[in-house]
């Protein structure tokens, strides 16, 4: 079955202890984003990456790290989480596009930072 | 700033009609505008995507418009169901590789759809 998953789906952690989300896809897409979701605010884009080594920022990118080793997975790294960066957390995959994209989002990752 | 505004928070109709929602946006000059169908708890779900140079694009009861004119692009859904109630998010990106890779979200419409 094409899926995106991400791990864990929930979590709940205290400022500045260093976290990862783990993306996987499926699909053999190269395309690959994260996205925080807020009430009020709508999906806005962390950052996102083209191909393997090729990373980029979106609107959002501080206090976040990516990394992109392989084709299928697109980690999210919270080097020290503040309490705003708890959040609704999306990774999404699409094959690359230069005429707009068509993403498979993941389940989403409840992040809590307390 | 570039800006995505979708007309209300959330839009209650009678089944068997027509919903209609609205993506207006400012400060940007899209290539591309897409839709995504999201039920509570779960990621965004792809449902259409026009291009700057398609007027209209169709999907089964689905039809979207894309006026850049306006800056505006209108989502119907016809003959609504009750399982037709989600919020519905629009996107914006440009064109090009690395351009359409930054894609930009309005905040969603909560559409409810009554028997």
């Known amino acids: 079955e094409a899926q995106v998953t991400q791990n864990p789906r929930y979590l709940i952690t205290v400022t500045g202890k260093k976290l990862t989300v783990t993306c996987s896809q499926n699909m053999n897409h190269e395309y690959m984003s994260w996205y925080r979701q807020d009430p009020g605010l709508g999906l806005r884009q962390i950052y996102y990456s083209m191909n393997v080594e090729v990373t980029d920022k979106g609107d959002v990118p501080e206090g976040y790290k990516v990394s992109r080793k392989e084709k299928r997975n697109f980690p999210l790294i919270l080097e020290s989480p503040s309490p705003n960066q708890t959040s609704l957390y999306f990774c999404a995959s699409s094959f690359l596009s230069s005429g707009g994209y068509e993403q498979y989002f993941g389940p989403g990752t409840r992040l809590t930072v307390t | ?115």
Do not use: M
């Open chain 2, 1 to 115: 700033s570039q800006k995505i505004e979708q007309n209300s928070e959330a839009l209650n109709i009678q089944e068997g009609k027509t919903a209609t929602l609205t993506c207006n946006y400012t400060n940007y000059s899209p290539a591309y505008l897409q839709w995504y169908r999201q039920d509570p708890g779960r990621g965004p779900v792809f449902l259409l995507l026009i291009r700057e140079n398609e007027k209209e694009k169709r999907k089964e009861r689905l039809k979207v418009t894309f006026d850049t004119t306006l800056k505006q692009s209108l989502f119907h859904i016809t003959a609504s169901q009750p399982a037709d109630s989600a919020t519905y998010l629009c996107a914006l990106s440009r064109a090009g590789y690395s351009s359409a890779s930054k894609i930009i979200f309005g905040s969603g419409t909560r559409l409810s759809i009554r028997p």
